[in-house]
């Protein structure tokens, strides 16, 4: 999947982060939110930035995860504008650059839309192997009264797959945005 999502020409992957926008943008709930996270896509991800900005431009808070040292991997969120600069993380991902104090919880989100390397019917993800997300949404997995964030998962169409194999770790998404819709999670995982 990871060399298929890289062998994306630009304007391939252009015309789909533009179809996933428009998608993402009629997304029952998302424009009434105030704070929304994304990520910053790297190797062929499929690009959520041209949706943020376009929140961002309509008065909601935009957000972008920064590694957030812990004894486990974490992530926080920092405020993101077009305008403010990036610096590379560890893993030379941009991140905004932010005040430590000043970094949100992913709880304190409405949103947040997640990057995967592939994803089945049912709500399962397959990331790239850091436990990143995982370890920074746990406490979804430990309460059926979850409301916030909703978490979204965000791929290419093809990058879906008919079942995942799932750890008890692993969160589940509500559901899967790709440049043709979104995909709600089917029950019965």
Do not use: K
């Not at 996933?20 to 704070?35: A, F, I, K, P, Y």
């Not at 909601?60 to 305008?83: I, K």
């Not at 009264?145 to 998404?173: K, S, T």
């Amino acid at each position: 999947m990871r060399e298929r999502r890289r062998a994306l020409s630009a304007g391939q992957q252009s015309e789909a982060a533009g179809a996933l926008m428009q998608h993402l943008l009629r997304l029952r709930g998302v424009t009434g939110s105030r704070r929304v996270g994304a990520y910053f896509a790297c190797d062929g991800e499929i690009d959520p930035i041209p949706a943020l900005v376009e929140l961002i431009c309509r008065g909601q808070a935009g957000y972008l995860p920064v590694l957030f040292p812990s004894r486990r991997p974490r992530l926080r969120f920092a405020r993101f504008s077009p305008e403010r600069s990036l610096t590379l993380n560890r893993f030379d991902i941009p991140e905004p650059g932010h005040d430590p104090r000043s970094l949100l919880d992913p709880r304190e989100l409405d949103w947040v839309f997640l990057p995967l390397v592939a994803f089945d019917n049912y709500g399962n993800r397959l990331g790239m192997g850091g436990g990143y997300y995982d370890a920074s949404l746990a406490s979804r997995r430990q309460t059926r009264a979850w409301c916030r964030p909703r978490l979204v998962g965000l791929a290419h169409e093809f990058q879906r797959v008919e079942r995942l194999a799932v750890d008890n770790w692993d969160v589940p998404l509500e559901g899967v945005l790709t440049e043709l819709g979104f995909h709600p999670a089917a029950t019965g995982h």
